[in-house]
């Protein structure tokens, strides 16, 4: 089992960037493939990145390709999503997840973690 906690969230004005961290418990995180998700006020969660468990594939959904990336240090059991140029859309609770594969995260199961506020004023 894997344990996710999410951090690095807070407010930030239109433009500006933030780096979010899920650190995971146990010594098999880097057997996971790693995810990010949002959830805005009102609206259904969403993916919006993935890694392999190597680190040396990546996804992204579309409206953020180009702005945010991705990555993973294996040896401190964690994953980050560098996030620039945001804008007020990006607005939600951003959650960790994490799978077997790259599809299997996108799809949205295995584990996740408790999530974290971001927040883009305009």
């Known amino acids: 089992q894997v344990q996710l906690v999410e951090s690095g969230g807070g407010l930030v004005q239109a433009g500006g960037s933030l780096r979010l961290s899920c650190a995971a418990s146990?010594?098999?995180?880097?057997?996971?493939?790693m995810g990010w998700f949002r959830q805005a006020p009102g609206k259904e969660r969403e993916f919006v990145a993935a890694?392999?468990?190597?680190?040396?594939?990546?996804s992204y959904a579309g409206f953020v390709k180009g702005r945010f990336t991705v990555s993973r240090e294996n040896a401190k059991n964690t994953v980050y999503l560098q996030m620039n140029s945001l804008k007020p859309e990006d607005t939600g609770v951003y959650y960790c997840?994490?799978?077997?594969?790259?599809?299997?995260?996108?799809?949205?199961?295995?584990?996740w973690g408790q999530g974290t506020q971001v927040t883009v004023s305009s």
């Open positions: 997840n994490a799978d077997a594969t790259i599809p299997a995260v996108v799809v949205g199961s295995g584990y």
């Open positions: 146990g010594r098999t995180f880097s057997r996971y493939a």
């Open positions: 890694i392999s468990s190597s680190g040396g594939s990546t």
